[in-house]
């Protein structure tokens, strides 16, 4: 049976700076799209698997131009809602340098997906076939509405009995609308079978705290696993819980592994060191792509995570949101071809 893979989420027009300028210091704005759940959807599509993105689009040209970008890459956009309502959200993204950070500037208030109910979406419909959904905390930060839309997309994805996950990404600027992150993130996560995160991300959304420090830049094993642990006994509906481990040296140069806390075991991965990074942004929803596409595909669990941070490790190396990395690519990596030699 072929897996078919829906994610839910918006898609947002992605402006940002030439190379590593600061915003406006040249009259440019490199113009693309990009979002967590269509970043995912993408990446899925690019492995070969059926993609399908469901959001709520503007009915003009911008919107229509996000909907063509995500089919330029084999991506299912008929369950997408094109309305008269709102507009296409925007991101602003200036890249950072060495000691620099990068940052990134939201204006998405209002937007389509934002005002969208669940009523405009025919979930139970969609989910046929599914094999596995896949949502992102960002989209409950959103607005009311769309963490009403992302808690029933999750129930229908269950009703048919696909893999449900979650990629909790906790995003201080967006949770505006009178509910903290944990207090609706809790409640969707009830209904996950995969929790994907960072430390932080657990922390924050699911108020889950440990008495080790786990932001030092150094893997304490012990500390991820009583860290895991701990959402799945808060959570008995979960199964698998991955973590990445990012150590920001600088912004051009990142350590980048992640844990999987399983059904077989508790897993560390291989361990990159990503100098002259050239696009970090989209990094954890290539992780979260190749996490759900290994677990789908490989029984060893520890191979699925070694994949999924392969993955990611390489989106780190393309321009852009989207994760452009070919299923053979990532399993050369993973069997240690990182030379970077020209193929020939």
């Known amino acids: 049976m072929s897996n078919k893979y829906v994610t839910f989420g918006e898609i947002m027009l992605r402006l940002k700076s030439p190379e590593h300028e600061r915003f406006f210091q040249s009259p440019l704005l490199e113009a693309t799209f990009g979002g967590g759940e269509a970043n995912v959807a993408v990446s899925l599509a690019t492995f070969g698997e059926k993609a399908v ?16 970008e995500l089919r330029r890459h084999g991506v299912d956009t008929s369950a997408i809602y094109m309305t008269k309502n709102g507009r296409v959200g925007i991101y602003y993204l ?26 405009d979406y025919d979930f139970k419909a969609i989910m046929q076939g599914a094999t596995w959904f896949h949502v992102t905390g960002i989209t409950p930060a959103v607005s009311q509405s769309c963490a009403d839309c992302a808690l029933e997309a999750m129930k229908a994805a269950k009703a048919v009995g696909a893999t449900v996950s979650i990629d909790l990404n906790y995003r201080k600027k967006l949770w505006k609308y009178g509910k903290s992150a944990p207090e609706v993130m809790r409640e969707l996560t009830k209904y996950a079978d995969v929790v994907i995160a960072n430390e932080e991300d657990i922390q924050k959304c699911l108020g889950i705290e440990l008495d080790q420090d786990v932001t030092s830049g150094k893997l304490d094993k012990e500390a991820y696993k009583a860290l895991t642990d701990k959402v799945k006994e808060q959570f008995p509906n979960v199964r698998q ?31 990159y060191e990503i100098t002259d990074i050239i696009d970090r942004v989209g990094g954890g929803d290539s992780f979260s792509a190749g996490i759900i596409y290994g677990l789908s595909n490989y029984e060893d669990e520890e191979y699925a995570l070694n994949f999924a941070v392969a993955a990611s490790a390489l989106k780190h190396t393309i321009p852009g949101d989207f994760n452009l990395t070919r299923k053979s690519e990532v399993e050369a990596l993973c069997k ?6 020209v193929q020939r």
């Open 241 to 271: 819980v991955a973590v990445t481990l990012r150590e920001s040296k600088s912004a051009d140069h990142n350590g980048w592994s992640a844990a999987l806390n399983g059904k077989t075991g508790f897993y560390l991965s291989r361990h």
């Open 53 to 68: 993105f469901v959001t709520a689009l503007p009915q003009n040209a911008i919107g229509e131009a996000a909907v063509s």
């Open 94 to 119: 200036e890249t950072g340098a060495n000691q620099r950070p990068s940052l990134v500037v939201y204006d998405r208030e209002n937007s389509s997906v934002a005002q969208s109910k669940p009523s």
């Open 336 to 341: 240690g071809d990182g030379s970077g030699r």
